[in-house]
């Protein structure tokens, strides 16, 4: 049997549509008996090939219990490694590791010609902003998530938050995306100890070729393991605040809620940064009084200022 028309007619069959027996049989040049065996044994191979009964016949791919192997053109290949290089950078919930995990596996088969379009297409395209994070370099990206897969040793210089500098040997275990921001969380060979990195401040990365001895990890659970370190480092400020509102999803999402009165509420929320805190409350569109921290109290009428002058103007 010939690989390349089993490919040939595979590529055929993931065009979603229904194809005769007889025309199969005359774009791969063999006969409609050729056509069936071939037919056959992608069924073997896992690929989910359903016959219609007919005078010609007919054979479509239809959706099966697993997942097999898709063939792609150039084409399709690039589109789909731009897509997920857009995703890597700009993550979507719940699907933020898989697209760099897919992305890996794709351009560790990608042919130079490719890759040197899907660079090409990728330099010469800019995205909108779309709020607060850093760009993440998808390549970055894909390299740590083969390291991490393969259980391979990685090398970076790191920028803290201080502007110094420094250079990392890294046992990789798991990426975690929070927001628009990556995160590595990997074991520091030089310290000792479980390190969190933010992907955008790493330069110079190199997978090493040293396999990772097996290691416990410091939880089962990454993300959250990341969140509440992250939480437990920044500094935040805790609000305790009286709102003249019936408690409701949009208040309740904000953090703890108490009723207290007929359509008034007591809230207690956190936030880093003053700025958010204040935007949280306007955003809810009724009357408040803050207790708590006197900070808010001083910022809110500081931007109370700058809005009045504003509609003075």
Known sequence: ?????????????????????????????????TVRRDVERLRVLGYPVEA?????????????????????DDEEAVAITVGLSTA???????????????????????????????????GATVPLPGGPGSEVDPEQLTTLAAAVANRERVRFVYRAHDGSTSTRLVDPHRLVA???QWYLLGHDRDRDDWRIFRIDRI?????????????????????????????????????IVTLHAPVTEAIRSLGEV?????????????????????????????????HEPPELNAHLLALAGRLTRAAAR
């Not at 979603?16 to 040049?29: F, I, V």
């Not at 219609?52 to 097999?68: E, K, N, S």
């Not at 590791?97 to 088969?109: P, T």
């Not at 437990?232 to 805790?238: F, G, M, N, R």
Request: with cysteine; glycine share 8%.
């Open 178 to 180: 929070a927001g628009r």
């Open 203 to 239: 330069t110079d990365l190199h997978a090493t070729g040293a396999r990772i001895a097996p290691r416990d990890p410091p939880a089962e659970d990454a993300a959250a393991y990341v969140a509440e370190r992250l939480y437990s480092l920044a500094s935040t400020y805790e609000a």
């Open 88 to 122: 890597a950078r700009h993550p979507v919930r719940g699907i933020e590791e898989a697209s760099v995990r897919a992305l890996a596996k794709l351009e560790q088969v990608l042919p130079a010609r490719l890759r040197y379009r899907v660079r090409s297409l990728g």
């Open 1 to 33: 049997m010939s690989e390349s028309r089993l490919l040939s007619l595979l590529s055929l069959l993931q065009t979603p549509r229904e194809w005769p027996g007889g025309e199969l049989a005359e774009r791969l040049s063999v006969s409609r008996r």
């Open 52 to 72: 219609t009964m007919g005078a010609d016949g007919g054979y479509r791919l239809v959706a099966g219990a697993a997942m097999p192997p898709l063939l792609l």
């Open 258 to 290: 108490a009723q207290i009165g007929e359509g008034t509420c007591r809230l207690r929320t956190h936030a880093d940064t003053l700025d958010w805190l204040a935007f949280r409350l306007l955003a809810l569109g009724c009357e408040f009084e803050v």
